[in-house]
Nanobody, 127 residues
Framework: QVQLVESGGGLVQAGGSLRLSCSASGGTLVTMAVGWFRQAPGKEREFVAAVTSWSGNSLFYTDSVKGRFTISRDNAKNTVYLQMNSLKPEDTAVYVC???????????????????WGQGTQVTVSS
């Protein structure tokens, strides 16, 4: 059973940066697609970014973070990162990483693609 643990969240001023990490135990992320989702208070969970399995040649982002966030993977460390720059107050949310099969009929943007979920890390951006 793959277990995912997020870290790196915190409080930052608008315009600042944070790097989130998603580390796995009980299995390897190398063969899995990994996504980041976020949920703000009173809102539904939404897709943020995803990276394909193995070398992670394909990256996916929601429009609101394009040009500001970068997802990457370090297979040697069994970890996926989300570098977040130019943070805005509207980025405030609990960020959750998720992992799923490298191949799936479900879209990378869809929560149904991912079988394993972490507990999340809080990101708060002050204005």
């Amino acid at each position: 059973q793959v277990q995912l643990v997020e870290s790196g969240g915190g409080l930052v001023q608008a315009g600042g940066s944070l790097r989130l990490s998603c580390s796995a135990s009980g299995g390897t992320l190398v063969t899995m697609a990994v996504g980041w989702f976020r949920q703000a208070p009173g809102k539904e969970r939404e897709f943020v970014a995803a990276v394909t399995s193995w070398s992670g040649n394909s990256l996916f982002y929601t429009d609101s973070v394009k040009g500001r966030f970068t997802i990457s993977r370090d297979n040697a460390k069994n970890t996926v990162y989300l570098q977040m720059n130019s943070l805005k107050p509207e980025d405030t949310a609990v960020y959750v990483c998720a992992a799923g099969l490298g191949y799936s009929r479900n879209s990378y943007y869809s929560q149904s693609r991912y079988a394993y979920w972490g507990q999340g890390t809080q990101v708060t951006v002050s204005s």
